[in-house]
Structure formats: structure tokens, C-alpha cells
């Protein structure tokens, strides 16, 4: 973006990282617009004469950003998330007005934690960046060596908090902003009861869950695959995945491992902690392990650290979540069921997942280096939506 001169900024996380975003890039002279489209926007971003608020049905979103980036001489549209409704617009605005208009998307980091997403036309299974184990060989010595980041983490309750003005927020200003289109359960008073909900399940299973972990980090538990769930809702899932939700996934893999694993080796399944207050797979796991017979060598949990299954396990299977650049950092095999960024030879393993079992594939180290050194200086930024990173 460093020839970019308007900037409109688009929807942003939840909190007010877009608005300090905003505030720094005025800093580097340049000029920043932002649209809001709901109570939460308003409330982290306030309208201004740069900032302003589309009340309009979706269907005329796409008419009224090409008249807002003509009059105001829009080069960068800039978003978080690019697969909500809005974004997807905007982004094929971008695209069909070509020029010197370009979309950008911020998202969670691919190299977690202390890394937040910042790429050109699309992230995770969007990106365009090579798929092909040789170009990143290839620029290796192209890429300045990288500092350690500064350790950025956000806290549960500091997110909590963030999330509970910005849907209370939104709630109160529902009548004004009738037509908007949440990306995900709008309903205040079930989001505050899943939050609350997922603090509950934290506390409750954490006795169990350091019996296991201790088990893990002794070498006393079994061998075992780690397979780590995503979000309900997320849409790497809908649109990328190799099923059409997490429940579809979870049942691929356990019929998978009762005919291909080993009959002493075990699977523990993760729940993703943003989704922990809205769904429990616990019944549903348990229902479909004793169909196929490996009850006594499946488990689910919640709350162990991944970083104590990574250390440990024989391999990891993923629809395309994140958490496979974690365990392809820790030389672990990886299998992704899904389109994943980081799923091409040398990284991931390509055989079928009724193989990967018997004989899962490391990864290649040069090529994962290469690959590491080039995400983190092309499309990795040392900050955190969810806290003050000045």
C-alpha cells in the first residue's frame, strides 16, 4: 500500500484497530476514508466528514461504492475478513475497475501468535501467492532476514470486551441500520450467553483436560494424530473446505482413522476456543467413535494449549486451518482435507488421508524455511487486532 493515496477502509475486527489504522495512515499523509455499516462500526469508528454509513439494502452496495470510489479518487479499498458479503463486493468492484485500484484484506496471522494477515486481493485460501515449492527456494535469498516480533497476545476477557460493546452496540442501533447483513448471529442476547458460556466451558474442563495434557507432556499417553476444529461459521470452511461443515469433516476422519490407523494409536480432536461457547461436538464425536469402534481411542478437548500437542503428536489432519503452518513449523506431518495456502509438495503431505495414517510425510525443512521467511515479510505485520499495539 505504500503508493496508495485515498484509502477507504471497510468493515475492520471487532475493536478499534481499523480506527488507530485509520489514525496511523493519516500520519504517513495519507487520506483515509471508512464505511461503517452497523452500531459496532459506529462505536470503535465515529462518523465524520471521512467517515459515513451505508444504510441501504446489500443490493445497491455495489452501485454506491463504485460512485464513492469515482468521487473520491479511491485507490485501496482495505477490509478484515474478505469473504463477508459486503467485502466480496467490494473486491469484485476492484477487480472489474482495474487501474490503479487495488483490494487489500486483513485476517488473523498465518504465523501465530504475535503475527496479524495483511495481503493484496484476498488471504488463506484466496491468496495468490504461489502454490509451488520452487518459487520460494528460489526468492529464499531474496528475503531480508526478519527481527523477532514483539509478543502481542490478546486475553479472552480482553476480546470479551471488545466483542460485547461492539454487538451491544450494533443491538441498539438495529432500527437505523435495518438492512445490514451480519456475517454471523446478529443476536446479542445468544452471543453474550455464548461468551459467557465459553468462559463456563474453559473453567469446567480444565481439570480433565491437565490429567491429559500432563499424559501428553510425559509420554505416558499413546501415539496419537491431532486433528484441530475451526469455527462453525468460518468461510474457509463453507467455501474452501473438503466438506460442507465442521460435523461432515469431523465424520470423514473418523471413519478414515477406524479403517486406516493402527489399532494402538489414538486421535484427539481440538475445539476451536472462538468457537467454544456456540457448539459442543462432545456427543457427536462420541456417537460416530463407538459406531466405528474407536470410542476407547478418541478424544476431544478444549483448552490444551495446541503448542503441548505439537510437541508431541505423529501428525495433523485439517480442513485448511492455520494450525497446520503451526505443526509444519514443529516438522510435523500434515494432511489438509480442504484448499489451504500452505497444501503443495514439499510442505504437505499429498498422498490420501487413508494413507497418511500407516505412513504420514514430514516436510521438506528448506522448503518450509523458504516459504516461513517469505510469508513473514510479504504478508505478516507484528500486531494484534484485539489490543493497543503503540
Known amino acids: 500500500m505504500g ?11 471487532i475493536g478499534p484497530y481499523f480506527f488507530q489504522l485509520g489514525k496511523f495512515l493519516q500520519d504517513q499523509g495519507k487520506t483515509v476514508y471508512k464505511l461503517n455499516f452497523n452500531g459496532g462500526d459506529n462505536f470503535y469508528y465515529p462518523l465524520n466528514h471521512f467517515a459515513r454509513a451505508y444504510f441501504e439494502p446489500i443490493h445497491g452496495f455495489k452501485d454506491y461504492l463504485i460512485n464513492f470510489i469515482q468521487e473520491n479518487d479511491i485507490d485501496s479499498v482495505v477490509c478484515f475478513g474478505h ?15 482495474g487501474g490503479d485500484l487495488s483490494f487489500w484484506s486483513f485476517e488473523e496471522g498465518y504465523l501465530r501468535p504475535h503475527y496479524i494477515t495483511f495481503e493484496k486481493w484476498g488471504v488463506n485460501s484466496a491468496s495468490v501467492l504461489p502454490r ?16 523477532a516480533p514483539r509478543p ?16 451491544m452496540a450494533m443491538y441498539f442501533c438495529g432500527v437505523q441500520f435495518k438492512h445490514y447483513i451480519h456475517h454471523r448471529d446478529r443476536r446479542v442476547l445468544r452471543y453474550m450467553g455464548a461468551w459467557a458460556l465459553s468462559g463456563w466451558r474453559k473453567w469446567f474442563y480444565r481439570p480433565k483436560e491437565y490429567v491429559l495434557a ?10 496419537f ?34 479403517k486406516g490407523a493402527d489399532k494402538d494409536v489414538h486421535s484427539i480432536f481440538k475445539h476451536h476456543p472462538m468457537d467454544r461457547g456456540f457448539n459442543h461436538y462432545g456427543e457427536f464425536i462420541l456417537k460416530l467413535s ?3 469402534g474407536v470410542a476407547d481411542r478418541v478424544h476431544y478437548v478444549f483448552d490444551i494449549p495446541m503448542p503441548i500437542f505439537l510437541r508431541k503428536a505423529k501428525g ?48 521438506d525443512p528448506n522448503v518450509f524455511n523458504a516459504y516461513r521467511a517469505y510469508l513473514l515479510c510479504r504478508t505478516q505485520l507484528n500486531a494484534n487486532f484485539y489490543i493497543n499495539n503503540s
Open 83 to 97: 469473504r463477508r458479503e459486503y467485502h466480496v463486493i467490494a473486491k469484485q468492484v476492484c477487480e472489474e475497475m
Open 290 to 292: 463407538q459406531k466405528y
Open 316 to 363: 495433523m489432519v485439517v480442513i485448511n486451518s492455520t494450525s497446520g503452518l503451526s505443526a509444519l513449523l514443529h516438522n510435523m506431518p500434515v494432511k489438509a482435507m480442504g484448499q489451504a495456502p500452505y497444501d503443495f509438495e514439499g510442505l504437505t503431505d499429498q498422498q490420501p488421508l487413508s494413507r497418511f495414517w500407516g505412513d504420514p510425510q514430514k516436510p
Open 3 to 13: 503508493k496508495s493515496n485515498n484509502v477507504l477502509l471497510l468493515q475492520g475486527p
Open 214 to 223: 500432563k499424559s501428553i507432556e510425559d509420554s505416558s499417553f499413546p501415539d
Open 152 to 167: 502481542l497476545v490478546a486475553s479472552f476477557f480482553e476480546r470479551f470486551w471488545l466483542a460485547m460493546h461492539y454487538y
Open 225 to 258: 494424530f491431532i486433528v484441530p476444529l475451526q469455527v462453525h461459521n468460518d468461510s474457509q470452511v463453507k467455501t474452501f473446505g473438503c466438506a460442507k461443515n465442521v460435523p461432515a469433516f469431523v465424520r470423514n476422519v473418523l471413519r478414515s482413522f477406524s
Open 132 to 147: 509451488n515449492a520452487e518459487f520460494y527456494l528460489d526468492n529464499e535469498s531474496k528475503i531480508p532476514e526478519m527481527r
